[in-house]
């Protein structure tokens, strides 16, 4: 079944440590995105790819880092995680128009002790 | 990025009942698409209904309805008979044609009392 998967669902980690949040899509989309949510509040777009090579900022800043490297994969790395980054990632992707909204990820929480 | 407004932060609906959630948002776009989201507690985001800014009709999928006014920059979202099942939170979005980013609103959400 075609969707988007997110792992791990969830995550405590130390200060300081790097970290690298996957996620993956079998729906050939074009389009990936990683939103982040803090607890009963809004989704804020952080990164957002539309193809192989190609990745922006989003309107939130984030020190955290994008890469995409192959259609399906989307991988959101900290360097050197911070208490600051405790939040809720979500990831998605839509197909080339987007016409229809997005297909999300079940998300990864993200503690940093 | 576009600014979508959601009033309510919680609204509790006995079950079979029907509660309507309000969205505005704020645009100079004519054309854009509208959505509401549906995220269960700890579970994935799914698209409700969507509405394209074009179209006069309002959207409709089985329980859910929408009040689309374009002039007054208002989506609100009606859920009709609700159901246990639809407790959680529900986001309003706004998407500008041919930009593909889509802009949340802060969520209500909802309680169904059995």
């Known amino acids: 079944e075609a969707d988007i998967y997110q792992t791990p669902r969830y995550l405590v980690i130390g200060t300081g440590k790097k970290i690298t949040l996957e996620c993956s899509q079998t729906?050939?989309?074009?389009?990936m995105y990683w939103y982040q949510q803090d607890p009963g509040m809004e989704l804020h777009l952080i990164h957002y790819?539309?193809?192989?090579?190609?990745?922006e900022k989003g309107d939130l800043s984030s020190e955290s880092t994008v890469s995409r490297i192959r259609t399906e994969h989307f991988p959101l790395t900290l360097e050197s995680a911070r208490p600051s980054h405790t939040s809720q990632y979500l990831c998605?992707?839509?197909?080339?128009?987007?016409?229809?909204?997005?297909?999300f990820g079940s998300g990864t929480r993200l503690t940093v002790v | 990025a576009q600014t979508v407004t959601q009033s309510q932060p919680e609204m509790s609906v006995q079950e079979a009942e029907t509660v309507t959630l309000s969205c505005t948002y704020d645009?100079?776009?004519?054309?854009?698409?509208l959505f509401w989201y549906k995220q269960p507690p700890s579970r994935q985001m799914i698209l409700v209904i969507r509405?394209?800014?074009?179209?006069?009709q309002n959207a409709t999928e089985n329980r859910f309805s929408v009040n689309f006014q374009k002039a007054a920059k208002s989506f609100s979202l009606k859920i009709s008979d609700s159901q246990l099942g639809d407790t959680a939170m529900y986001f309003c979005?706004?998407?500008?044609?041919?930009?593909?980013?889509?802009?949340f609103g802060a969520g209500t959400t909802v309680t169904v009392r059995a």
């Open positions: 645009t100079s776009e004519n054309n854009y698409y």
């Open positions: 998605a992707s839509s197909d080339m128009m987007a016409l229809y909204g997005y297909t």
């Open positions: 790819s539309y193809g192989v090579n190609s990745t």
């Open positions: 979005a706004f998407m500008k044609q041919d930009d593909y980013k889509l802009s």
């Open positions: 729906m050939g989309h074009d389009k």
């Open positions: 509405q394209e800014a074009y179209k006069q």
